[in-house]
Antibody, heavy 122, light 107 residues
């Protein structure tokens, strides 16, 4: 089955670091761009950016550039989203999602992870 | 940066009725790069339409997309109980963006 499985919910304090993961079945991952989408509580979807795990090429939304870092380990078909210093405003659900067509960075997301809830509170 | 504005914010309809959702872009968008998603509470979004009018795999034909330039529409021909949800449009290609969503609720 083609799927993306994300790591579990996290509760962190402001200033802490965090790295969440998104693991794909091999046929869901190889040669596809993987994106990250934020959804703050009760709000809409925000595109954070995308990464191409085959060579770790990245595209960041201007709103998230410098705030988060994407990485990937293609050998274990896993993409990561990390923060070096969390803020309360980072509290949100974070989804990874796969582009529909392999190799293109101009595409919709057809496969989504189940989401990782990140709560940042003192 | 292209901004997508969806209307109405909330649509109150009964099962069996037709739903028409609008997505307006601040600048012209290539039709190839416009998608629609459905999101139910507690679930990840699901791709419905890509390329403005192509249904994704497994999407019932009561869902249809149309439009070009700056005006796009998602139509649900006859609402089923499972269609009550929030719908988002998305412009992809380059820097991507989502609309703010339209909630379709039971009247």
């Amino acid at each position: 089955e083609v799927q993306l499985v994300q790591s579990g919910a996290e509760v962190k304090k402001p200033g802490e670091s965090l790295k969440i993961s998104c693991k794909g079945s091999r046929n869901a991952f190889t040669s596809y761009w993987i994106g990250w989408v934020r959804q703050m509580p009760g709000k809409g979807l925000e595109w954070m950016g995308i990464i191409y795990p085959d060579d770790s090429d990245t595209r960041y939304s201007p709103s998230f550039q410098g705030q988060v870092t994407f990485s990937a380990d293609k050998s274990i078909t896993t993409a990561y989203l990390q923060w070096s210093s969390l803020k309360a405003s980072d509290t949100a659900m974070y989804y990874c999602a796969r582009h529909t067509v392999p190799g293109t960075d101009h595409d919709a997301f057809d496969i989504w992870g189940q989401g990782t809830m990140v709560t940042v509170s003192s | 940066e292209i901004v997508l504005t969806q209307s109405p914010g909330t649509l109150s309809l009964s099962p069996g009725e037709r739903a028409t959702l609008s997505c307006r872009a601040s600048q012209s968008v290539s039709s190839s790069y416009l998608a629609w998603y459905q999101q139910k509470p507690g679930q990840a979004p699901r791709l419905l339409i890509y390329g403005a009018s192509s249904r994704a795999t497994g999407i019932p034909d009561r869902f249809s997309g149309s439009g070009s330039g700056t005006d796009f529409t998602l139509t649900i021909s006859r609402l089923e109980p499972e269609d009550f949800a929030v719908y988002y449009c998305q412009r992809y290609g380059g820097s991507q963006t989502f609309g703010q969503g339209t909630k379709v609720e039971i009247k």
